[in-house]
Structure formats: C-alpha cells, structure tokens
C-alpha cells in the first residue's frame, strides 16, 4: 500500500522533533566536538602543506636564470652549526670595519668542510670584506643548470685555537663567497651550492666534465668559461695533508679561474663525505686533458 507524500513528511517531521527534544549525551558531544576538531585540523593542515610546497615551489623558479623574478636569498645559516666561543663572534665582527683578527700561533688545519656539509676558509682579509661581488647567474648547458646567484658571507668559529670563516651557503641559488674575486678581476671566484636540499643547485655539478663550456654574468658582461678539471676530493676522512691541500681550493689566485664546489655523494652511507670541485678558466686559456673521472684525491 502506498503512502500519501504529504503523510511521508508529515511522519518526517515529526521524528525529527522528537529527536529534537532527545537529550544530548556527554559522550554524544564529546565525539561531535573531536569530529569537527579533526576536520578543521584537517583542512589547516591541507592548506599549510600546500602553501609550503607551493612557496619551495616559486624560490626554486625564482632562483632560475631564465626569469626576471626577485633572487630567492634565503641562507643555510652557517650560525647553526658554530660550537666556538663568543670571543670568535666578536672577532669576525671586528673584521667588517678593522683588519682581520690576528691568528693565534697554535696551528690549525683549514678545511674545505665542515660538519653538515659547511664550507670553512681562513677569515677574509679587510680589503676582501670591503669587495663586493657582482655575479648574477651561471648557465652550464651540459647539466641544464640556469641559476641566479647570490651573495654569501661568513661566520666565525675558533678552530683548535684558530678563528676561521665558516660560510652560508644559499638555500635555493648558488652562493658567490663575499670576497672572492669577480669575473675580469684575475682571481679566483668561489661559487658553492647545495647537492640535495630543497634548492639542490649543484645537484648535477658531478656530471660537468672538462672542455664543457660555462657562462658567467657578472656586472651586465657574458663571459665564458671552459671546465679545467673536476676534482672529487676527500674531507671527512681525509688526512692532514689532504686538508690543508683542500683548504688551497677555495683560496685566492694570482690567474683568473672560477671553482665550483658542493657535497658529494648526496645520498648512501657516505652522504656528504666528499667534495665535487670544478674549476673553469677564461675561454682563451689552454684546457687540460680530462683525467679519470674515478680519480679520487
């Protein structure tokens, strides 16, 4: 038998007045109240993780050279990881405005990396600090690497008895190290970057194999480079000796040459263990021949 629509609504009705005027259980409103905790929560977190991966995702495009948007500057602070007394603090700020800090006499080996992958250095002399760094993008066709590049500066840490430099290093671009020489100046321009990382500029440089062509611009001029030598050298386990020639890498030139440099490997049980140095010379200069690739120093 069927039943008149209005009678189905007016039953409806009814049912639901009645559960209405049924009280609500503590445990009733307990379970209503986490529910809707739970779905707001839910949505905020959507959105938040959204919003992260869209912002890594505009840093990673903003920091391509193909583009006209504002250089992502965001710093691997090398801050985070200094262990040194505050009297190496106050030394590297002196050295902005006075000559650098006089290093004590105990001997301390300089490294080209630190824990976590930092790069250190000897404290840039006054006249360093008062250079000022001009490159703006590196282009290496044979990895497809376009990057902006960015300014980066130092802290200091006292290192058995010795202050020394530890540099940032860019989160998403490539780091041009505050001092080091520009393009033109006859000197050595120290460019680093990150192998892994959410900006990973230099996640290819392994693959970059002399005689490959690298464009540098630095103060509205192209200049050209060509790959000299790839070097894969060793730093965590290293030796003395191995360090101290490591140190040299980074340090400044009398001839006109770019290095390159970031961990390696990015991944496996020797994750960062090594270093991927790669220096370049001006177009005109004589290339050497590429060595083994497997070579390890």
């Keep these: 038998m069927l039943i008149p629509f209005r009678t189905q609504i007016s039953d409806a009705l009814r049912i639901r007045a009645a559960l209405r005027r049924r009280p609500i ?18 949505i905020y977190l959507l959105f938040y993780v959204g919003g992260v991966y869209v912002q890594i995702d505009y840093q990673r495009l903003a920091a391509r050279g193909d583009n006209d948007l504002d250089v992502p500057r965001a710093m691997i602070s090398a801050s985070a990881f200094l262990t040194g007394p505050q009297s190496a603090q106050a030394a590297w700020k002196s050295s902005l405005v006075h000559a650098p800090p006089v290093a004590p006499t105990t001997f301390s080996v ?3 990396g630190i824990a976590d992958g930092q790069i250190a250095s000897d404290v840039p002399s006054a006249a360093q600090v008062a250079h000022v760094s001009t490159v ?22 006292e290192v058995n008895g010795k202050v020394v430099a530890i540099w940032d290093v860019a989160e998403y671009a490539i780091g041009q190290h505050h001092g080091s020489a520009n393009p033109g100046e006859g000197g050595n321009v ?18 970059v194999h002399p005689g490959e062509p690298v464009i540098v611009y630095s103060n509205g001029q192209e200049f050209l480079y060509i ?10 386990d290293a030796s003395v000796a191995q360090r101290i020639e490591n140190a040299k890498l980074i340090a400044p030139t009398d001839h006109e040459q770019i290095t390159m440099l970031t961990c390696w490997p ?4 020797d994750k960062f263990k090594q270093r991927v140095v790669v220096h370049a010379v001006p177009f005109s200069a004589p290339v050497a021949p590429e060595p083994d690739s497997n070579a390890i120093r």
């Design 25 to 42: 259980s503590p445990r009733q409103r307990l379970i209503w109240t986490l529910g809707n905790l739970l779905m707001f929560t839910g």
């Design 110 to 112: 300089p490294q080209l």
């Design 136 to 157: 703006t993008r590196v282009v290496i066709p044979s990895i497809a690497l376009d990057s902006k590049v960015v300014e980066v500066g130092w802290n200091a840490q």
């Design 190 to 207: 120290v460019l680093a970057g990150h192998v892994g990382g959410y900006g990973h500029a230099f996640r290819d440089l392994f693959y």
């Design 227 to 236: 790959v000299q030598e790839r070097l894969i050298v060793e730093e965590d």
């Design 266 to 269: 990015p991944k496996g049980p």
